[in-house]
């Protein structure tokens, strides 16, 4: 008689099937980690191709290079891959791989759902890149597709734009469902919430962020479409719309998903700055009310990309208000950031090197955000360069960092092997200066009148362009260095120890190194395990 235990059955159902078809039908978590990373890294290296066109374009004043119609699907193209396809999808791969891991799961709480949710992804960019080569060419109205330019004007590719759209936030509400399941239901025994590691806690907050908005954003892209092919007008003052009910829709969204990009970054830093300072992360609980306290603050706050609209005193003052509100539950993070770090005994390893140019270069983006919640100051710099000074430092010394940071802190993990450091500190290095040259002197740009997204400019600001072009070829080839490190570390290298930082602490460093095909079979004991570890 056969053997029909549970177990047994558990084994049939998750056998490691072999060559492409264990990518295509696995339901384990790492593997669909992995592709994730795989994918969103493709996807950073062409939205990054994309910037290159429009840095080229603007490396001398006069048209070079390309049309103007093409530098705008440039514009709007580099924008919806780098926000859906390159950050958002590597912080989806980061919490496959190290959720279960780090709160002592088997696996994901639904791992078909899981597996759905990464596939739809590269259809929904084979529809968006598809859309390039239509007639009339891809999206060309910026990445947040304000009406009428994305209705009334809008090439023909809007209807593959919208769909793309569309398919995109479905994979992130079932990423986002899958997470909340997984950290409510299967935390190992005696793991309360406050035990959680703070990348478990920033992206349970991110996962409620991600399903309360991306309706939103499905409801303003259905307008869109109505709009354009089925004679609705939402958005058109002549049939009884308002264009300006576009942009409270689409921001009412787009707030909240700034913070869907930047919420896990606290967690990867509050991982690595104690493990390389050797302490315990200071104001752990701290931590986690600040995070929440982001996420609430953000839909109170979308307004203040609209303070040129015309809207009334009142409504600007409190936006105003609210936005400056939020600086003070970041400033506590960076506090305890700083704190943590105080009297450590610090080492500078790689990750730590990210992290620290992640708190850094991060308070920056902060601190032109601040300037930029100001209402009377907002007239100025609304729709120059300093807006694109500021969210690229938030969002590319920000996020793209801390997924790097990331990237080197658990690679040993996930791989086996250490990674070349000589290397790795010639990527940090050649970034984060390159990165300071690209963004920097776009503030100045700005604050001298330099309108954002015109592929043609005013003879004086030739200069600073030219040096913003050559930070930014620099920047993108210095991402070439990271794509060598980690082929490198994946096929061999020193092996690499079950914990390989001295000071790292959590559950995913009980397990070896490679982290075996299945973890925690039977539930880890947390006896060791401290309050917020």
Request: proline share 6%.
């Amino acid at each position: 008689m056969t053997d029909t235990t549970p177990d047994t059955l558990h084994d049939d159902h998750h056998h490691k099937p072999r060559g492409i078809m264990r990518w295509v039908l696995t339901t384990n978590h790492k593997d669909i980690g992995s592709m994730y990373l795989i994918f969103s890294f493709t996807m950073f290296l062409l939205g990054g191709a994309m910037a290159m066109v429009i840095r080229a374009e603007l490396f001398q004043p006069g048209l070079q290079l390309v049309e103007p119609n093409f530098f705008n699907q440039m514009t709007t193209v580099h924008g919806l891959i780098m926000v859906f396809g390159a950050v958002m999808p590597a912080f989806t791969g980061l919490a496959n791989w190290m959720v279960p891991m780090m709160i002592g799961a088997p696996d994901m709480a639904l791992p078909r759902m899981n597996n759905w949710s990464f596939w739809i992804l590269p259809f929904a960019f084979l529809l968006l890149i598809g859309s390039l080569f239509m007639e009339g060419g891809g999206p060309n109205f910026g990445w947040t597709f304000y009406a009428p330019l994305s209705t009334t004007y809008s090439p023909d590719s809007t209807g593959l734009f919208v769909f793309a759209l569309h398919i995109m936030g479905i994979s992130s509400i079932m990423g986002a469902i899958n997470v909340i399941v997984t950290i409510t239901n299967m935390r190992a025994p005696g793991m309360t919430y406050m035990k959680m590691p703070l990348f478990v806690w920033t992206w349970l907050i991110t996962a409620f962020l991600l399903i309360a908005v991306m309706p939103v954003l499905a409801g303003a892209a259905t307008m869109v479409l109505t709009d354009k092919y089925f004679g609705t007008s939402f958005f058109d003052a002549a049939g009884g719309g308002d264009p300006v009910l576009f942009q409270h829709i689409f921001w009412f969204f787009g707030h909240p998903e700034v913070y869907i990009m930047i919420l896990p970054s606290f967690g990867i830093i509050s991982a690595i700055v104690p493990a390389f300072s050797r302490k315990r992360l200071f104001g752990y609980s701290s931590m986690v009310y600040a995070t929440a306290s982001i996420a609430g603050l953000s839909f109170l706050v979308w307004a203040h990309h609209m303070f040129t609209t015309g809207m009334p005193v009142f409504a600007e003052l409190f936006f105003m208000f609210c936005t400056m509100l939020i600086s003070v539950p970041t400033g506590v993070k960076v506090f305890n950031w700083v704190a943590t770090m105080w009297r450590g005994s610090l080492t500078f390893e790689v990750p730590m090197l990210f992290a620290i140019a992640f708190i850094v270069l991060f308070t920056i983006g902060g601190f032109s955000g601040l300037m930029l919640a100001i209402t009377p100051v907002d007239f100025q710099y609304h729709d120059t360069y300093f807006v694109v000074a500021h969210f690229h430092y938030v969002l590319v010394s920000g996020a793209v960092f801390s997924i790097m940071a990331a990237a080197y802190y658990w690679l040993p993990k996930w791989t086996g092997h250490m990674f070349n450091e000589t290397l790795a500190k010639w990527h940090f290095w050649c970034s984060v200066i390159s990165v300071n040259v690209l963004f920097f002197p776009m503030h100045f740009l700005g604050l001298a009148g330099m309108p954002r997204r015109i592929p043609d400019y005013a003879l004086q600001f030739a200069d600073v362009n030219a040096i913003v072009s050559i930070g930014g070829f620099a920047f993108g080839l210095s991402q070439l260095i990271f794509l060598v490190v980690v082929v490198k570390c994946a096929r061999g290298g020193a092996p690499a120890a079950a914990k390989p930082w001295d000071g790292a602490e959590g559950l995913e460093w009980t397990v070896p190194s490679p982290a075996p095909y299945h973890t925690f079979e039977t539930p880890p004991d947390l006896k060791e395990v401290r309050d917020g570890h």
